[in-house]
C-alpha cells in the first residue's frame, strides 16, 4: 500500500509533454488516481461498517428464536449489505493489484486504451464502495 502511493507520487511528477503541456494519458492517469483516491478515502469507512454489520448480525444471533425469526428480514438484508460491503473491499484491493501504473508507456495509443479502460474499473469500484457505504448506513439506522 505505501509503495502504491510513493508510485503514485513519483509518477505524477513528469505528467508533461516537451512544451510543459499534460497530454492525454497524463490526464487521463489523473482521472484513473482520482477516483482511486477517493475509494481509497472510503477503505476505513468501509472496515468500520463491515464491523458494526457484524456486531449487528452476532446480536440478533443471540436472541431468542421468536425474536430472531420476526427480526429475519432485517438480518437477511445485514447479510445482504456485509456481502456488498466485502465485496467493494475486494474489488478495490483486486484493482490495485492488477493495475499496472506504467502499461504502455512506450506505445501512447495502447497507453490511451489501457488508462480508458481502467478508468471505467476504477469508477464502478469507487460507486460500489459508495453504494454499499450507503447501504450499510442506512440499514444500521433502522
Known amino acids: 500500500m505505501a509503495g502504491f ?3 503514485i507520487s513519483c509518477n505524477n511528477s513528469g505528467n508533461s509533454d516537451s512544451n510543459g503541456r499534460k497530454t492525454s494519458s497524463d490526464s487521463l492517469m ?15 469507512k468501509i472496515s468500520d461498517a463491515q464491523k458494526k454489520v457484524t456486531r449487528a448480525i452476532d446480536s440478533i444471533s443471540k436472541l431468542p428464536a421468536s425474536v430472531q425469526k420476526t427480526l429475519g428480514t432485517y438480518r437477511i438484508q445485514l447479510d445482504s449489505v456485509l456481502n456488498r460491503l466485502k465485496s467493494a473491499d475486494y474489488a478495490m484491493n483486486k484493482w490495485m493489484e492488477e493495475f499496472n501504473m506504467d502499461s504502455a508507456k512506450d506505445n501512447a495509443n495502447k497507453r490511451i486504451e489501457y488508462l480508458k479502460s481502467e478508468k471505467i474499473k476504477i469508477s464502478n469500484v469507487k460507486d460500489e464502495m459508495i453504494s454499499s457505504l450507503r ?5 444500521l439506522k433502522k
Open 135 to 139: 447501504g450499510a448506513d442506512s440499514l
Open 5 to 7: 502511493i510513493l508510485l
Open 30 to 44: 489523473d482521472e484513473v488516481m482520482e477516483d482511486h483516491n477517493i475509494g481509497m478515502a472510503k477503505m476505513s
